[in-house]
């Protein structure tokens, strides 16, 4: 019998759509109140747009469903400015950055 290493692994239909790990600086998201959202706060979320700085895609703090963006609103007046701290810094849902990315790019 074939026995040894050899593991098969079923192709999952989820797979297809691969999510959006390649977040480059200066993406812009365009948020819905349901697609962020701050940890440690209460506060209700609204739409917003932001201007990506970092995103954290590193496996030790991104999950399957969101990401923390650290960033600048389209309307900060200082996003270029070093001593600046990013004004943003939130948890936003991949599927509403995968639907950015496809928007500014059609
Ligand atoms: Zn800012």
Excluded: Q
């Excluded at 691969?18 to 940890?39: K, N, Q, S, V």
């Excluded at 399957?64 to 650290?70: A, G, L, R």
């Amino acid at each position: 019998m074939f026995s040894g290493d050899f593991e098969f692994v079923p192709l999952d239909p989820a797979d297809k759509e691969e999510p959006t790990t390649d977040i480059p600086a200066g993406t812009r998201l365009y948020l819905h109140p349901d697609d962020w959202y701050h940890p440690n706060g209460n506060d209700p979320t609204y739409f917003r747009y932001v201007i990506v700085s970092v995103a954290h895609t590193d496996t030790a703090t991104a999950t399957e469903t969101s990401v923390w963006i650290v960033g600048h609103e389209l309307k900060c007046t200082s996003p270029d400015t070093e001593n600046h701290t990013p004004c943003v810094e939130i948890r936003v849902k991949r599927d509403a950055i995968t639907r950015s990315i496809r928007a500014a790019t059609k």
